[in-house]
C-alpha cells in the first residue's frame, strides 16, 4: 500500500516520501480501516520539522520516532481484532489513529465512532482533533451557557470553525474575530458579530467576552481587558513563527497569572473518545455543525497540503482524499 512515509526532522517538501509498505495488520483492540480521507493539523507540520524543539525530548532528538503523519481519518472498516464489538467490516467510521496518510491504517476502536450517512468522508475526516478541540473546550473548561458572549479570536481556522458552531449550538452569543476576507464565511457559519481584525483590535473595543483564543497573537495583558471580571480565557494555538516564544511564554505567564486574580487562564490538550466523537457525529449529522474546507489535495500532494496550512491562510480544514469519494458538502 502507499503511504506518506519522513525519517528525518526538516520541511515537508524535503523529508516526505510516498512510499510502498507493508499493509498493517489489527491488534485485537484495533479496527483497519480502508481510508477515505484525512485532514491535516498543525501538530504535523510541528513533528516533521522537530519544532518547537521540545518535541524532540519526545518524539526522537536526532531523527523522529513517529514516522507517518496524520491523525484525523474517515473510512471504511476492512476488518476488526478479536475484541472489538462496537464495528463491523463494511461500516463507515471517523475518529483518531496514527499515520493517517496512507491507503491503510490501523485505529484503536475507542477513538473511532460512526459516519453519519449524510456526512462526505471529507467533512467526517475533518473533525476529530479541530472539534474535539473546540467541544472539549468550550464544554468542559470554559462552561459555557446558553447567553454568554463569547469571543473566538481564529474564527476562520480549522479550530475557530467548529469553535464558532459549537459555541452557537450551546446557545451562546458568538463574536468571531478574522481577516478581511473571512468575514462573510464566518458569519455565515452562525457568529453573530464578526470583528475584521484588520480593522478593529478586540482587547481595545471596551467589551468583555469568554475568550477562546486559536491565534495568540495579543499579549495575556490585552486580552484581560476584553475578558470578563470572572470570565475564562482558553488557549489553544499560537502565533506563526514564533513556536517556542510564541506559545510556551503565555502558557508560563497564564499558569502563574491564574492563581491571583478573578479570570482564569486555561491551557489545554484535547483527548480522544468515542462518547465526543459521537457527540460531534450528532451535531454534523443535524446540520447545526457543518465542516468547512478549504483545500483538498491527493496523497501524493501531502507535502503541499502541509505547506499551504502552514501558510495560516487557510479557512477551515486542509483535508487529503483518497481512493474514489463521494462530493465533498462542507461549506466552502
Given at each position: 500500500m502507499k503511504a506518506a512515509v519522513y525519517t528525518r526532522y526538516g520541511p515537508p517538501d524535503v523529508v516526505v516520501q510516498i512510499e510502498d509498505v507493508e499493509r498493517p495488520v489489527p491488534k485485537d483492540n484495533e479496527v483497519l480501516i480502508k481510508v477515505?480521507?484525512?485532514?491535516?493539523?498543525?501538530?504535523?507540520?510541528?513533528?516533521?520539522?522537530?519544532?518547537?524543539?521540545?518535541?524532540?525530548?519526545?518524539?526522537?532528538?536526532?531523527?523522529?520516532r513517529l514516522t507517518r503523519p496524520g491523525v484525523d481519518v474517515a473510512g471504511q472498516v476492512e476488518a476488526v481484532g478479536r475484541s472489538v464489538m462496537q464495528f463491523k467490516p463494511g461500516d463507515?467510521?471517523?475518529?483518531?489513529c496514527k499515520g493517517a496518510f496512507a491507503?491503510?491504517?490501523?485505529?484503536?476502536?475507542?477513538?473511532?465512532?460512526?459516519?453519519?450517512?449524510?456526512?462526505?468522508?471529507?467533512q467526517a475526516a475533518s473533525a476529530p482533533?479541530?472539534?474535539l478541540?473546540?467541544?472539549?473546550?468550550?464544554?468542559?473548561?470554559?462552561?459555557?451557557?446558553?447567553?454568554?458572549?463569547?469571543?473566538?479570536?481564529?474564527?476562520?481556522?480549522?479550530?475557530?470553525?467548529?469553535?464558532?458552531?459549537?459555541?452557537?449550538?450551546?446557545?451562546?452569543?458568538?463574536?468571531?474575530?478574522?481577516?478581511?476576507r473571512n468575514v462573510e464565511m464566518v458569519r455565515s457559519i452562525g457568529a453573530d458579530q464578526v470583528i475584521d481584525y484588520t480593522q478593529q483590535d478586540f482587547t481595545e473595543s471596551g467589551k468583555r467576552y469568554a475568550i477562546f483564543d486559536c491565534f495568540v497573537n495579543h499579549s495575556l495583558s490585552a486580552c484581560?481587558?476584553?475578558?470578563?471580571?470572572?470570565?475564562?480565557?482558553?488557549?489553544?494555538?499560537g502565533p506563526p513563527k514564533r513556536w517556542t516564544v510564541g506559545i510556551l511564554a503565555p502558557v508560563i505567564k497564564a499558569l502563574v497569572l491564574s492563581p491571583f486574580v478573578s479570570q482564569r487562564f486555561v491551557v489545554y490538550v484535547a483527548r480522544s473518545n468515542r462518547e465526543d466523537l459521537a457527540m460531534m457525529s450528532k451535531?454534523?449529522?443535524?446540520g447545526k455543525v457543518k465542516p468547512v474546507i478549504d483545500k483538498v489535495y491527493k496523497l501524493s500532494e501531502v507535502p503541499e497540503a502541509i505547506r499551504y496550512l502552514e501558510q495560516r491562510h487557510a479557512r477551515g480544514k486542509v483535508m487529503i482524499i483518497l481512493a474514489c469519494n463521494n462530493k465533498t458538502q462542507g461549506t466552502r
Open positions: 477515505r480521507a484525512a485532514s491535516v493539523n498543525p501538530l504535523d507540520a510541528g513533528l516533521m520539522k522537530g519544532k518547537p524543539h521540545s518535541f524532540r525530548i519526545l518524539f526522537g532528538l536526532r531523527k523522529p463507515e467510521v471517523f475518529g483518531i491507503e491503510y491504517v490501523c485505529a484503536p476502536e475507542s477513538g473511532l465512532a460512526i459516519k453519519p450517512e449524510n456526512l462526505a468522508f471529507e482533533v479541530a472539534a478541540t473546540a467541544l472539549q473546550g468550550l464544554r468542559d473548561k470554559g462552561h459555557i451557557q446558553p447567553g454568554q458572549k463569547v469571543l473566538i479570536n481564529g474564527a476562520a481556522g480549522g479550530v475557530g470553525t467548529f469553535a464558532v458552531q459549537i459555541a452557537k449550538s450551546f446557545g451562546a452569543d458568538v463574536t468571531g474575530v478574522c481577516s478581511t484581560r481587558r476584553a475578558l470578563n471580571p470572572k470570565g475564562i480565557y482558553l488557549m489553544v494555538g451535531l454534523m449529522a443535524s
